[in-house]
């Protein structure tokens, strides 16, 4: 059961991004399976990938396209991943786009193609191509519930959000929609996530923007330590708000702008880990005292990965030497352990590199108990500092992982 999330917000559509989903047995019949976003001429793109070098067929052709061109459509199947296909996958991903060009007025260079599912199998390209003018007869600027839906894979909920922020008078909307449950970890663990505005912005500040926030959101989090191949996080900008031109990272309207794509993609940060494979539990390790933000990542990184942490969470046992042996091996060189001190929300548990004196276990249980938890780890290195969020594994971990291709 997904932790602490309900079902979904109202969603703000975009000006100048239409949505539209279908049923294309792409895998298992009668789901919604399909998605295409529709930009409207004009639109720019940003987008982030995963640095997994096995990376999928559908990645390697949608970097390749937004490098040649500006987005017209994104295509995104559910069921097979279309990774570790060789050559024949390469020409499935580009027969997907030439199948979405063939039934519009867009060049299959400004197709980009997405895929989640199992790895290692055929894309069953016919099917697809069957269900794209379903999906293109779909096409509405209010799809987005139905598009959070039709990406979903082991996902137990669809995850969306926006927010509406003024840009000189202008009032701009950021509305987003992201999968992902399992194989979540950086860089970059988005699974797949997909962000529009209709802020006017430069390609080059829009890409830059996305970097920095997907760094600080979904750059953030794991579920069990595996970097997707699929992994690809776009950012789309129809420039139709109205508003002038964002033309560089020092106008008065970046800030603004910047704070709410990165409040969406906190938000779809956050609700693939609630949302993690079994989960129980949502836990933010937050790392301060160090000399760089980089070495405060390694060692959350290493908490919020390790299996003895994370089942000792879900068993609700305190076991804070799980924490210290995760701290001790995460690499950081000299690092000081007789100044390390750690909390549990308020309650402290280790300080000075030992039990806290005034520690008990009862107090330690009942933090335990709860459904989200902060991990405070406070190194004593410097005064750099940050996060991850993460969550626990449960049983139902292994049986949805064993059991993910029956």
């Known amino acids: 059961m997904a932790v602490g999330l309900g079902p979904l917000a109202t969603l703000l559509p975009v000006a100048g991004i239409r949505v539209g989903t279908a049923r294309a047995g792409v895998k298992v ?10 930009a409207s001429k004009g639109t720019i793109g940003a987008a982030v990938f995963t640095k997994n070098l096995f990376c999928a067929a559908p990645v390697h052709v949608a ?33 997907v786009c030439a199948a979405v060009a063939k039934q519009t007025d867009a060049q299959a260079e400004t197709v980009l193609p997405f895929s989640t599912g199992v790895i290692g199998e055929p894309l069953p390209v016919a099917r697809i191509a069957a269900g794209v003018p379903k999906a293109l007869v779909a096409l509405s600027a209010d799809g987005w519930s139905e598009a959070a839906h039709g990406i979903m894979t082991t996902d137990t909920l669809p995850k969306a959000t926006s927010r509406q922020v003024k840009l000189n008078g202008a009032t701009a909307t950021v509305t987003g929609i992201a999968k992902g449950s399992g194989m979540i970890c950086p860089n970059m663990a988005t699974m797949l996530a997909f962000v529009a505005t209709d802020a006017a912005i430069a390609p080059n500040v ?21 970097t997707s191949t699929n992994d690809a996080c776009v950012l789309l900008a129809t420039g139709q708000a109205g508003n002038s031109l964002i033309a560089s990272h020092d106008d008065a309207s970046y800030a603004t702008l910047r704070q709410a794509v990165f409040e969406v993609c906190e938000f779809l940060a956050q609700a693939i880990v609630r949302d993690g494979e079994g989960a129980t539990k949502f836990m933010t390790v937050s790392v301060s005292g160090g000399k760089t933000r980089a ?28 924490i210290l042996a995760a701290v001790g091996r995460a690499g950081v060189t000299e690092l000081a352990i007789d100044r390390v001190t750690v909390f549990l929300d308020d309650v402290c548990i280790v300080r000075n590199g030992a039990r806290a004196a005034d520690y008990t276990e009862q107090a330690g249980r009942k933090i335990m108990a709860q459904a989200e938890i902060t991990i405070h780890i406070d190194i004593a290195r410097g005064q750099h500092k940050d996060h991850v969020w993460t969550c626990d594994f449960s049983y139902d971990y292994v049986k949805i992982n064993a059991e993910y291709r029956s």
């Open 295 to 322: 070495e405060c990542q390694q060692v959350a990184q290493t908490v919020a990965n390790s299996p003895l942490v994370k089942t000792a969470f879900f068993a609700s046992d305190p076991n804070w030497g799980r």
């Open 29 to 38: 019949q009668d789901r919604r399976d399909l998605v295409i976003f529709e």
């Open 63 to 95: 970097r390749n396209h937004l490098a040649a061109a500006a987005p017209r459509y994104l295509i995104i199947n559910t069921g097979y991943a279309n990774a570790g296909t060789g050559e024949q996958g390469m020409a499935d991903a580009l027969a």
């Open 206 to 226: 829009l890409q830059s923007m996305l970097k920095d926030v997907t760094d600080q959101s979904f750059n953030c989090i794991t579920v069990d330590g595996d």
